[in-house]
């Protein structure tokens, strides 16, 4: 079963998020920060991390790098999921390193079969 970490602040976000993903069979974990999503990410080893970009403190680009610049995560794929859809941010995001960028409100099509391969291009 592919374990996802979900990563947002807001916890009505991690709980929709969770509900979608585990009714499509996928194994879920949470955090609420960029840092508790590092400590998660080394301890759990997730197959994919979907995390969100604005959060407090560390915010999502700065985590998503700091897991890419970590050798026991940098091979986990990270998706992007946030309301900034500007092609500025997408960058942003593609310069931190990650593998995927899906906008809120999420389309669960867009963001599973983002899930489904990016997890097997990492298998």
């Known amino acids: 079963m592919t374990r996802v970490l979900v990563v947002d602040d807001l916890e009505v976000n991690v709980l929709l998020l969770k509900a979608k993903l585990s009714a499509a ?3 879920v974990l949470c955090a609420e920060s960029g840092a508790r999503a590092i400590e998660t990410a080394r301890t759990e080893h997730p ?3 979907l995390l969100d970009v604005m959060m407090p ?3 999502g ?3 998503c790098k700091i897991l890419k610049d970590t050798p026991e995560t940098s091979g986990i794929p990270v ?3 946030t309301a900034l859809d500007g092609e500025a941010d ?3 995001g593609l310069r931190a390193g990650a593998d995927g960028y899906v906008t809120k409100p999420v389309n669960d099509k867009v963001l ?3 899930i489904e391969e990016l997890t097997q291009a990492a298998a």
Do not use: K
């Open 79 to 81: 998706v992007m999921v």
């Open 47 to 49: 197959d994919i991390i």
């Open 57 to 59: 403190g560390m915010d």
């Open 90 to 92: 997408r960058e942003a």
């Open 112 to 114: 599973f079969r983002q």
């Open 61 to 63: 680009y700065q985590a």
């Open 25 to 27: 069979n996928y194994s």
